[in-house]
């Protein structure tokens, strides 16, 4: 047989209706209490057997069949028949009024729950799209970056010769090629302007949610940095747009290919120069970023004195304790046949004072070592950032400020040819391909120092662990070449997130776990190095003591190591 709970009635209970009688009524109140008392016993009842969540399932539609019964019964009910007596706010009231506070809050609970489970789907279902959408770029880019550097150009000078030559099949398969490798790099740039969008959007948006610190400003930067590239992504799609009309035309045989021809030479010739201005703009951030860095010095020669100092406290603590043993030994010998009363008091101040020394030269011993190897720690940093920045300027000045305009002069060459302003010449594509061939070696050596970094990453985990991360087993070599393979997969445990830690770990507060033992001299030169990779004061929108303060937090320790790993990647 089903139970109440599963299969509830459709019609008020009987304690319901005698409630709602005696209301009616205006009975006395002798009757109304014991009508409350009995109906709140029996709802406790029925909720203490089926609990919370059945209860409010069966009040509710309890109500709803009252409801709807309430227009057909308000002109053809008999007065003092049941069904009049029952409305839906004396129900409600029954409940408020019989119901425990627990009861009333969980279902508060629920409503708010589902309310909250409503709006979350939107959101996971954004992110997850933007999830696939990065992963489905990042598997395109590998063959983009082939068919830019050695498709396209092989078709454009296919292209010219069967144009020099007349061969018109040649001119229709190398246009037909073209037209493939024109599509190719459309698809992977219009993907890249959504996915480069809505990173944009994410990260202003958290930046809006933390006006200052460095979540600010690391969302800030990305944010505008992402924005950049999704307008520059939608101007190259253009380009590419125009490209595959222009090869379209020539497989087709229309007669306003030359005019397409223009077209797509202006789009080459604008794109090409406007990522060429911006790579010459990446290369000037990273150059006075390196600056920065240099001036600070290497940090052996700044902190010499204080290394120096520090050996010497040391070394008199040594000497303190040496000391102070030989005036124990002398109080010892100088008793020997005398009565302990005599002797002892003064030997056990003598050994007190040496467990005094004694731990006094242990901490001044344990400071130089920290502070060596502090100083260690902070050249090497040092010169990784320094090394980083070169990187960036060499890579941004053959890819972007060689690379690029090379392509915008084939570009240029391109329409003015079809312009008829100049005959048929190879120079165009020759220039393009130049240009592509230097993006396309930047984009191999980029890909290459990514899956060095991945097989790294699986095959040896514990070369830049964090140290209080526990042991991580490594992959195997075939597991670890698949995950190098992975190419939409960021490193998450590489050199540079390895250096980031390391300069947090210097620069933070005494109030941060491992930091205290720090000496202030070092402090003070780690976090000029912050101000020097862009980190400092006035890029998180704080005051320089609001600005110690957060790397004085551990709750911060997180946003931090992100913002300087960042900082150690950008110009």
Request: net charge positive.
């Amino acid at each position: 047989m089903s139970t109440p709970v599963q299969h509830p009635s459709t019609r008020p209970s009987v304690a319901t209706l005698a409630s709602a009688r005696q209301r009616r009524q205006g009975g006395g109140s002798g009757a109304q209490n014991a009508s409350g008392t009995s109906a709140e016993a029996a709802f406790l009842q029925f909720q203490s057997a089926v609990g919370n969540r059945a209860a409010t399932a069966a009040v509710q539609r309890v109500r709803n069949a009252t409801a709807e019964r309430a227009p057909e019964s308000a002109g053809s009910s008999r007065p003092g028949s049941p069904d009049s007596f029952v409305t839906a706010r004396e129900t409600e009231s029954f409940v408020t009024a019989s119901a425990p506070e627990s009861f009333v809050t969980a279902r508060e609970t629920e409503t708010a729950d589902g309310a909250a489970a409503g709006a979350r789907p939107v959101d996971d279902l954004a992110k997850r799209a933007a999830e696939l959408m990065d992963r489905f770029k990042k598997n395109l880019d590998p063959v983009d970056n082939a068919v830019k550097g050695a498709q396209t150009p092989t078709s454009a000078g296919l292209g010219q010769a069967a144009t020099a030559s007349g061969n018109g099949a040649l001119k229709h398969d190398a246009a037909a090629s073209g037209t493939s490798a024109g599509a190719w790099n459309l698809l992977t740039e219009v993907t890249g302007v959504v996915v480069n969008a809505y990173d944009s959007l994410k990260n202003l948006k958290d930046a809006r949610r933390n006006r200052t610190g460095a979540g600010h400003h690391t969302a800030s930067r990305k944010g505008r940095t992402k924005g950049a590239d999704a307008v520059v992504g939608t101007a190259s799609s253009g380009g590419y747009g125009a490209a595959v009309a222009k090869e379209a035309t020539k497989v087709q045989g229309a007669a306003d290919a030359a005019t397409a021809a223009e077209v797509s030479g202006v789009f080459s010739a604008v794109t090409g120069l406007w990522k060429g201005a911006r790579a010459a703009g990446k290369v000037g951030g990273a150059t006075r970023k390196y600056k920065r860095i240099k001036r600070l010095g290497d940090p052996g020669a700044v902190h010499a004195e204080l290394l120096v100092r520090l050996q010497e406290e040391a070394n008199r603590a040594e000497q303190r304790v040496d000391e102070a043993f030989e005036r124990l030994n002398a109080i010892t010998e100088a008793g020997q046949g005398r009565p302990p009363r005599e002797w002892y008091p003064a030997a056990e101040a003598a050994f007190d004072a040496l467990r005094e020394e004694y731990e006094r030269a242990g901490r001044a011993t344990a400071a130089h070592q920290r502070a060596v190897q502090d100083t260690e720690t902070l050249g090497e940093t040092q010169k990784y950032a320094k090394k980083k920045q070169i990187a960036k300027i060499g890579k941004e000045t053959v890819g972007g400020v060689v690379g690029e305009p090379a392509k915008a002069a084939g570009g240029i060459v391109a329409a003015v040819t079809a312009a008829g302003v100049l005959g048929s010449n190879p120079g165009g594509w020759i220039a393009a391909a130049v240009g592509a061939g230097l993006i396309l070696g930047v984009a191999g050596y980029k890909a290459g120092r990514a899956v060095t970094k991945r097989y790294e990453e699986a095959r040896h985990p514990e070369r830049w662990a964090a140290e209080d991360e526990g042991p991580v087993e490594a992959k195997s070599r075939t597991d670890s070449l698949k995950h190098s393979l992975k190419v939409w997969k960021k490193v998450s445990k590489g050199e540079r997130q390895a250096m980031a830690r390391k300069i947090y770990g210097l620069a933070a507060g005494p109030g941060v776990p491992g930091s205290a033992d720090t000496t202030p001299e070092l402090r003070q030169s780690a976090r000029e190095l912050l101000v020097a990779l862009k980190a400092g004061p006035e890029q998180h929108k704080l005051a320089p003591e609001a600005w110690a303060a957060t790397l004085d937090d551990p709750e911060q320790r997180a946003a931090w190591v992100k913002e300087i790993a960042e900082q150690l990647a950008s110009g």
